[in-house]
């Protein structure tokens, strides 16, 4: 069993930079392919960024690629999203996943099919 918490979100203005962490306990991350998705209010939950279980490879949604970074560091068992250049429409609770099979999984995957869930974190981009 894996749990997973988010923290790192706050309000932040248009233009600012905020660091995301997402900290695992009971079991490995290094066994898992880890990324974030986000949840804007009235939105469906969508895909932000993946990583592999290795931290070799990330696969990264095209409103995020160039602002947004995935990185993890597997002896800490924790997963970071350094976001920058935040603008409002990066509004949403954000949520960690673990997933089981490839990174490159993370866009087609389905609620159902995310092995472990954060509880979310709340980020807010003020104008």
């Known amino acids: 069993q894996v749990q997973l918490v988010e923290s790192g979100g706050g309000l932040v203005q248009a233009g600012d930079s905020l660091t995301l962490s997402c900290a695992a306990s009971?079991?490995?991350?290094?066994?898992?392919?880890m990324g974030w998705f986000r949840q804007a209010p009235g939105n469906e939950r969508e895909f932000v960024v993946a990583?592999?279980?290795?931290?070799?490879?990330?696969l990264y949604a095209d409103s995020v690629k160039g602002r947004f970074t995935i990185s993890r560091d597997n002896a800490k068992n924790t997963v970071y999203l350094q976001m920058n250049s935040l603008n409002p429409v990066d509004t949403a609770v954000y949520y960690c996943?673990?997933?089981?099979?490839?990174?490159?999984?993370?866009?087609?995957?389905?609620?159902?099919?995310?092995?472990?869930w954060g509880k979310g974190t709340l980020v807010t981009v003020s104008s």
């Open positions: 990583i592999s279980w290795s931290g070799g490879s990330s």
């Open positions: 996943a673990a997933h089981g099979g490839s990174y490159a999984e993370f866009p087609a995957l389905s609620d159902s099919d995310i092995n472990y």
């Open positions: 009971g079991r490995f991350l290094s066994t898992y392919a």
